[in-house]
C-alpha cells in the first residue's frame, strides 16, 4: 500500500538536511543543491515508496545521480562549477571519514574555500565517489551503481580524488584573506552608513535577496549600498562570523529577528548577498567565531 502524502513528506523531510549537504558538496551551490533535492522529492512522489526498504540511502542515490547528471551537463556547457560557493551554505558541516584520524582531521578543516575549489578540479564521478564516500560514507558497491562501474573503479575514483584533495593545504586558497577583508569592511562601512565606500566594495550589478516573505530583490551598487546602511541603522548586534565556513555577518542572533548575510565575493567586489532570516534555513547554518 502507497503511504500518505503526508507521511511520505514527513519522512522525506527527516533525510531532507542530510540530502541537502550531499548535494552541496557536490555542486558547490546552495541554489543548484536546492534544485537537486527537489528533484528527488518528485521522484519520491511519482515512485512506489512501498517498495523502498532504506528510503535514506535511495534518497541519497537519487540526489547523487541527479548532481551527477548536473555536473555533467555544467561541464559540456563549460559553465562555471561554483556560482556561489563563498555565500550560499545552508548546512552544518557534518562530515565522515573512515580513511584514519589523519586523514580525517584533514578532510574536516578542509571544508571550506579551499577544499571547494580544489573539487571544482574534479571530473564529476571523480567528485561523487570522493563526496559520498570520503564525506558521507556511502559504500562503495552503492556509489558503483550510480556511476554504473565496478566497485573497485568507483574505489579508484575516490583514490585518485583523495590524492589530489590532500595534496593541497587548506589555507592555500590565496583569496580567503582577501574574501574576509572585504566582509569586514563591508560591514564596517554599513555600521557607518559610509555609501560611499560600500558602493566601492560592491559590483556595480551586485544582487541583494532575502528568503523573507514578500521580499523582492535588490540591484545594483547604490541601491544595494544604501538598502545595506538602513540594514545596519535597524540591527542590534551584527558582527562578521564564519556561516558554513565562510566570511559572514550574523545579527540579532539571540533574538527572534536574527538574520545571517552570506556573500558571494569576485575580484574582491562583493556580487551577491543572500540574506537568511527563516528559522529552519538559520537553524541549518554553521555559524562559528572568526579565528
Same mark, same amino acid.
Given at each position: ?43 519520491? @512522489?511519482?515512485?512506489? $515508496? ?54 580525517? @582531521? ?30 558521507? @560514507? ?58 560611499d565606500t560600500l558602493v566601492q566594495l560592491l559590483a556595480p550589478?551586485v544582487l541583494a535577496r532575502s528568503d523573507a516573505p514578500d ?11 544604501? $538598502? ?64
Open positions: 500500500m502507497q503511504p500518505d502524502n503526508d507521511f511520505l513528506a514527513e519522512s522525506f523531510e527527516s533525510h531532507r538536511s542530510h540530502l541537502r549537504s550531499v548535494a552541496y558538496r557536490m555542486l558547490g551551490s546552495h541554489a543548484e543543491a536546492e534544485d537537486a533535492v527537489q528533484e528527488a522529492w518528485l521522484r519520491l @512522489a511519482r515512485s512506489r $515508496s512501498d517498495d523502498i526498504a532504506n528510503l535514506g540511502g535511495w534518497l541519497t542515490t537519487v540526489v547523487g545521480r541527479v548532481c551527477l547528471d548536473m555536473l555533467r551537463t555544467r561541464r559540456q556547457r563549460r559553465e562555471e562549477a561554483w556560482d556561489d560557493v563563498t555565500s550560499n551554505a545552508a548546512e552544518s558541516h557534518r562530515t565522515r571519514v573512515e580513511t584514519g584520524p589523519e586523514q580525517e @582531521a584533514l578532510l574536516t578543516d578542509s571544508v571550506g574555500v579551499a577544499l571547494m575549489i580544489v573539487l571544482d578540479t574534479l571530473e564529476p564521478a571523480e567528485r561523487l565517489a570522493f563526496v559520498l564516500h570520503d564525506m558521507f @560514507a556511502v559504500p562503495f558497491d552503492e556509489i558503483a551503481v550510480m556511476l554504473d562501474r565496478t566497485p573497485a573503479a568507483a574505489r579508484q575514483l575516490a583514490s585518485r580524488a583523495r590524492r589530489r584533495v590532500q595534496g593541497r593545504a587548506p589555507d592555500s586558497d590565496p583569496g580567503a584573506r582577501a574574501r574576509r577583508d572585504v566582509v569586514e569592511a563591508f560591514l564596517a562601512a554599513a555600521r557607518g552608513g559610509d555609501v550589478d521580499t523582492q530583490p535588490v540591484r545594483g551598487a547604490e541601491a544595494v549600498a544604501r $538598502s545595506a546602511a538602513m540594514f545596519a541603522g535597524r540591527s542590534g548586534a551584527a558582527s562578521c562570523a564564519l556561516v558554513d565556513g565562510f566570511p559572514g555577518v550574523v545579527a540579532d542572533a539571540d533574538t527572534p529577528a536574527r538574520r545571517a548575510m552570506l556573500f558571494t565575493v569576485r575580484d574582491n567586489r562583493i556580487t551577491i548577498i543572500d540574506v537568511v532570516t527563516t528559522p529552519d534555513r538559520f537553524d541549518a547554518l554553521d555559524i562559528a567565531p572568526l579565528p
